[in-house]
């Protein structure tokens, strides 16, 4: 069924989403650029090192917080709503801001300033758990079938922007205030800034129409406890469907560590290790993520056209061919980071900008949140979390290529789960279980709308 939105609803749903989503980008991408400055605020300034190692072991928190949250909200979406559910994580991600932003120092309130940081930290760690398999869920059951994979393409692409914009005050910050201000208030700008983006988010969300798909789920389940029907739980259905919750980890492992490679390491690895000009780094970086931002709707609107499957593939193949060749450009020249960011981001925008509803059309609308969110969750963690430590521990135990083959493995994996994938453009996201195992498949086949 294809829902039948007014475009006062639908411009709603894109731009709740969206702005939601790229704060979720901004909060992360502002913790890591402004560590180095609000880590004495946080823990003891007379050991600068050690406060900021400690700001990065809390940076991972967020990442442990994550299956957790992954798993709370994955089940509230399914049974309250996406919409209540996005409302939730957004408004949780603007108290971790507001409460990092406005916090006491250490010479204040002594080791409460860490806990306090560590609190703020957990709680957005929960929420982005939440975040993107509920905004995932959300737009693809907005979205006509037709025009799935082009909706699904807004994650990446407001999140790029949320990435972009959390760059744009340190810039502008580090030029107007000393190091001195930057430490002790300027840094607190930005959080408070994405604190009040997140209450205006929250009232944005609440305003947004719940999803067909959601609104006939609870139809069914009224009608089930009406006729005494025993209903099926969660679990079971998460089990019945093992295979899609592992080829959801599968897509991920290649995704989330080609991502971080590219996106977070690389830019870094120039400045740290290859001494490359930090401002020109900066630049290339936005410049790469800007032409990353054009080509996602693309590549939605492709997979629309031909499939999910092939460009997927496409993207996957592509990162595994010309990993190591990009990789050689990594030489702390700038121009050359731009290139290689650039070659890049053809590839992983072909798999990022889709991935949202290829996952969302892998389960029913029962568990389709959960279903996504706690395995994207795990393999996140798990993967994404550890890698940037891989890299410097593969790389210096083992040599340059090392942690390139592991990323190579990776991607193969991926590459491997997408094979076992049926093709899903313009799938009908419907509740039927048995439709979306592979039993129901060879049964009835992949419904589809138009």
């Given at each position: 069924m294809t829902p039948k939105n007014s475009a006062v609803d639908n411009r709603r749903a894109l731009v709740g989403a969206g702005f939601g989503n790229a704060?979720?980008?901004?909060?992360?991408?502002?913790?890591?650029?402004?560590?180095?400055?609000?880590?004495?605020?946080?823990?003891?300034?007379?050991?600068?090192?050690?406060a900021f190692m400690f700001?990065?072991?809390?940076?991972?928190?967020?990442?442990?917080?994550?299956?957790?949250?992954?798993?709370?909200?994955?089940?509230?979406g399914d049974r309250v709503g996406r919409r209540t559910t996005m409302t939730l994580t957004v408004g949780l991600i603007a108290a971790g801001g507001l409460l990092i932003g406005l916090s006491p120092n250490y010479a204040t309130i002594?080791?409460?300033a860490?806990?306090?940081?560590?609190?703020?930290?957990?709680?957005?760690g929960l929420a982005y758990g939440g975040e993107q398999p509920s905004v995932g869920a959300y737009l693809s059951e907005r979205a006509p079938a037709k025009h799935?994979?082009?909706?699904?393409?807004?994650?990446?692409?407001?999140?790029?922007?949320?990435?972009?914009?959390?760059?744009?005050?340190?810039?502008?910050?580090?030029?107007?205030?000393?190091?001195?201000?930057?430490q002790a208030w300027g840094w607190r700008i930005p959080f408070i800034i994405a604190g009040l983006g997140g209450l205006y988010a929250l009232w944005m969300r609440r305003n947004m129409p719940e999803t067909e798909q959601f609104n006939e789920r609870l139809e069914g389940v009224k009608e089930k406890v009406s006729d005494s029907k025993p209903r099926a739980s969660a679990w079971s259905d998460m089990w019945r469907m093992r295979r899609s919750v592992l080829q959801v980890v599968g897509m991920t492992v290649g995704t989330t560590v080609a991502y971080y490679y590219w996106i977070v390491a690389s830019s870094s690895y120039s400045i740290s290790v290859l001494h490359a000009n930090p401002t020109e780094v900066l630049?290339?970086?936005?410049?790469?993520?800007?032409?990353?931002?054009?080509?996602?709707?693309?590549?939605?609107?492709?997979?629309?056209?031909?499939?999910r499957r092939p460009v997927m593939l496409f993207g996957f193949i592509?990162?595994?061919?010309?990993?190591?060749?990009?990789?050689?450009?990594?030489?702390?020249?700038?121009?050359?980071?731009?290139?290689?960011?650039?070659?890049?981001?053809?590839?992983?925008?072909?798999?990022?900008s889709i991935s949202p509803a290829?996952?969302?059309?892998?389960?029913?609308?029962?568990?389709?949140?959960?279903?996504?969110?706690?395995?994207?969750?795990?393999?996140?963690?798990?993967?994404?979390?550890?890698?940037l430590y891989l890299q410097t521990w593969l790389s210096t135990s083992f040599g340059p290529h090392a942690f390139l083959i592991y990323l190579s493995v990776l991607l193969v994996i991926s590459a491997v789960t997408i094979f076992t994938i049926p093709e899903t453009k313009g799938r009908e996201l419907s509740d039927d279980v048995e439709s979306f195992t592979d039993a129901g498949r060879g049964q009835r086949g992949i419904k589809v709308g138009v």
């Open positions: 704060l979720e980008w901004f909060d992360w991408s502002i913790y890591a650029t402004f560590a180095p400055f609000f880590a004495s605020s946080f823990f003891n300034a007379d050991d600068p090192v050690s700001t990065l072991v809390v940076f991972a928190v967020g990442f442990v917080g994550r299956p957790i949250g992954g798993f709370i909200f994955g089940r509230l002594g080791v409460f860490s806990v306090l940081l560590l609190v703020a930290r957990l709680v957005q799935r994979g082009l909706w699904a393409s807004l994650i990446y692409s407001s999140g790029t922007i949320g990435v972009i914009a959390g760059l744009v005050p340190a810039g502008i910050l580090t030029a107007l205030l000393s190091s001195e201000d930057m630049f290339a970086g936005v410049a790469a993520n800007i032409l990353f931002i054009v080509m996602l709707p693309l590549w939605g609107m492709l997979s629309d056209r031909i499939g592509g990162l595994i061919v010309t990993l190591f060749p990009l990789s050689s450009l990594i030489d702390g020249n700038p121009l050359h980071l731009f290139f290689a960011m650039t070659g890049a981001a053809v590839f992983m925008t072909a798999i990022v290829v996952m969302s059309e892998l389960f029913p609308t029962r568990v389709r949140t959960t279903g996504v969110a706690v395995p994207l969750a795990v393999a996140t963690s798990i993967f994404g979390g550890t890698s």
